[in-house]
């Protein structure tokens, strides 16, 4: 028996696994690098997608740890919860880490509020108004204009609010038992300043919110299952800023997500974090599912690609991607299908974020089977993709 465990402070890398079949494979990615896994990393709105539980979910990661025989720790993430009932549910299955999404308390418009309507309230103000921070590596930080500050507390204060009282449902879910926390403040429309990572961090302390991983929402653009898309001299300057802070209201990690092949930022973010990140991933293993159907049924995987097709105009409706269908042929000859659909941009976005159509088909009974009977090659093309993603995470570590 390996139960999984909490992972505190250590370097972890996060292994959605929507299908609930790649385990084997993400074991032997992480296998040699700097990394722990969890494994058992979901999301309430991905559960909602492909049909599964809570519970499914915990016990198809603990059945492949058994099965592989791997002795490691390896943890677990009831991912974007929203709700106390949300943690309720994850709790009740038995997670013992939870990420907290309080986005849709978070209020994007604030940076436009003119300067009448943007006053912090009176103990805001008392609390922070000339405050300054030093970092360290000569970064200070420093709340010293009521209007930024008032805009801050717009932005993130009923978040915040929100924050605590999703933490005291876990407290009562838990009882005894200790728990694990991270906040999530990546889904929204603008990216985080180190300014307000701060007022997030200095406000999760007064609020005796605990947390082991704080996931802001970076600049440039994380798109779903393709490269980082930005300035990486910009990324690596802001990234520095948000460790500093990091270290100084936790510390906790800064966790990554939408990790999946953001691979030229990689190095940076593993360099700069240190000891301390955790790394998110999920759509990038399902593509690998794909790419295994892609060789061994192409029938298959040609049926596949129609519904997405049919499918994305509605799906991508939830996420912030800019595939275009037209610049990917809908019936590509079969010696080309697996370049068009699973190596280039659109093509992989297409297949991306319709998982949740597919997976609630008829196409997935199907699917399921050809991974279970090439369970080799399935685990093979996992290992293979997500290896690459923890070298370029370790390249410059250490
Ligand atoms: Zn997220």
């Given at each position: 028996?390996n139960?999984?465990?909490l992972?505190?402070?250590r370097?972890?890398f996060?292994?959605?696994?929507?299908?609930g079949?790649?385990?084997?494979?993400?074991?032997?990615?992480v296998?040699?690098?700097?990394?722990?896994?969890?494994?058992?990393?979901?999301?309430?709105?991905?559960?909602?997608?492909?049909?599964?539980?809570?519970?499914?979910?915990?016990?198809s990661?603990a059945?492949?740890?058994?099965?592989?025989?791997y002795?490691g720790?390896?943890?677990t993430d009831?991912?974007?919860?929203?709700?106390?009932?949300?943690?309720?549910?994850?709790?009740a299955?038995?997670?013992?880490?939870?990420?907290?999404?309080?986005?849709?308390?978070v209020?994007?418009d604030?940076?436009?509020?003119?300067?009448?309507?943007?006053?912090p309230?009176?103990e805001?103000?008392?609390?922070?108004?000339?405050?300054?921070?030093?970092l360290g590596?000569?970064?200070?930080?420093?709340?010293d204009?009521?209007t930024?500050l008032?805009?801050?507390?717009?932005?993130?204060?009923?978040?915040l609010q929100?924050?605590?009282?999703?933490a005291e449902?876990?407290?009562?879910?838990?009882g005894?038992?200790?728990?694990?926390?991270?906040?999530?403040?990546?889904?929204?429309?603008?990216p985080?300043?180190?300014?307000e990572h701060?007022?997030?961090?200095?406000?999760?302390?007064?609020?005796?919110?605990?947390?082991?991983?704080?996931?802001?929402?970076?600049?440039g653009?994380?798109?779903?299952?393709?490269?980082?898309r930005?300035?990486?001299?910009?990324?690596a300057?802001?990234?520095?800023s948000?460790?500093a802070?990091?270290?100084?209201?936790?510390?906790?990690?800064?966790?990554?997500?939408?990790?999946?092949?953001?691979?030229?930022?990689?190095?940076?973010?593993?360099?700069?974090?240190g000891d301390?990140l955790?790394?998110?991933?999920?759509?990038?293993?399902?593509?690998?599912?794909?790419?295994?159907?892609?060789?061994?049924?192409?029938?298959?995987f040609?049926?596949?690609?129609?519904?997405?097709r049919?499918?994305f105009?509605?799906?991508?409706?939830?996420?912030?991607?800019?595939?275009?269908?037209?610049?990917?042929?809908a019936?590509?000859?079969p010696?080309?299908?697996?370049?068009?659909y699973l190596?280039?941009?659109?093509?992989?976005?297409?297949l991306?974020v319709?998982?949740g159509?597919?997976?609630?088909?008829?196409?997935?009974?199907?699917?399921?089977?050809t991974?279970?009977?090439?369970?080799d090659l399935?685990a093979e093309l996992?290992?293979?993709?997500?290896?690459?993603?923890?070298?370029?995470?370790?390249?410059?570590?250490?």
């Open positions: 028996m139960p999984p465990r992972l505190g402070l370097r972890t996060g292994f959605g696994d929507r299908l079949l790649a385990t084997p494979g993400h074991l032997a990615a296998r040699g690098s700097s990394f722990l896994p969890v494994l058992a990393q979901q999301s309430i709105r991905e559960m909602g997608r492909t049909g599964r539980t809570p519970h499914d979910v915990l016990r990661a059945d492949a740890v058994a099965a592989t025989g002795e720790p390896w943890g009831a991912d974007h919860l929203q709700t106390p009932a949300d943690v309720a549910a994850v709790a299955a038995g997670f013992r880490a939870f990420t907290l999404d309080p986005s849709a308390y209020h994007d604030a940076h436009a509020l003119p300067p009448e309507r943007a006053k309230a009176a805001t103000a008392a609390r922070y108004l000339g405050t300054r921070v030093e590596d000569g970064v200070t930080l420093a709340f204009d009521a930024v008032g805009r801050i507390e717009r932005k993130f204060g009923e978040a929100h924050t605590a009282k999703l449902a876990v407290r009562a879910a838990c005894e038992d200790a728990f694990e926390l991270e906040l999530s403040i990546d889904e929204t429309a603008t985080t300043t180190p300014l701060l007022f997030v961090g200095l406000e999760l302390r007064r609020l005796d919110v605990e947390v082991h991983a704080v996931a802001p929402r970076f600049c653009s994380f798109e779903k299952g393709v490269d980082y930005g300035d990486l001299d910009e990324l300057a802001q990234y520095r948000h460790v802070i990091a270290r100084h209201c936790g510390p906790y990690k800064l966790s990554i997500h939408s990790g999946s092949d953001k691979l030229s930022a990689y190095p940076l973010i593993g360099r700069l974090s301390h955790h790394v998110k991933t999920a759509g990038t293993s399902y593509l690998e599912a794909l790419r295994t159907v892609c060789r061994v049924d192409p029938a298959l040609t049926r596949i690609v129609a519904l997405s049919a499918r105009p509605t799906d991508r409706a939830t996420y912030s991607i800019s595939a275009r269908p037209d610049a990917v042929p019936q590509p000859d010696a080309e299908a697996e370049a068009w190596d280039r941009d659109d093509g992989r976005q297409i991306h319709t998982y159509s597919v997976l609630a088909s008829e196409l997935a009974q199907p699917l399921r089977a991974l279970e009977r090439h369970a399935h996992l290992e293979r993709h997500l290896r690459h993603h923890l070298a370029m995470l370790d390249r410059d570590f250490g």
